[in-house]
């Protein structure tokens, strides 16, 4: 079962990779969650990029943060260089 995902880019601009966030209940692969979103979405809609995490936080009204996910992913990258 998959928890609540967020998909997010990496940056502001529009031509930044499409990532998703997501936290499930059971080990899935993202092979899997990409098998399972091309039966309800167009290719070009499919994240090309995945972080499987324990837990999404989400801020004072539990809402999930866009800013924060992206600064994540951005300091992830960074460590990566």
Do not use: C, Y
């Not at 529009?14 to 290719?43: G, N, Y």
């Amino acid at each position: 079962m998959v928890l609540p995902a967020k998909v997010t880019s990496a940056s502001s601009t529009l031509i930044s990779p499409m990532v998703a966030v997501v936290s499930t209940r059971e080990e899935v692969s993202t092979e899997e969650l990409r098998k399972f979103l091309h039966t309800l979405l167009p290719d070009w809609q499919i994240p090309r990029e995945w972080r499987l995490v324990e837990s999404l936080t989400v801020n004072a009204r539990g809402k999930l943060s866009r800013a924060e996910w992206r600064g994540k992913f951005r300091s992830e990258q960074n460590h990566a260089l």
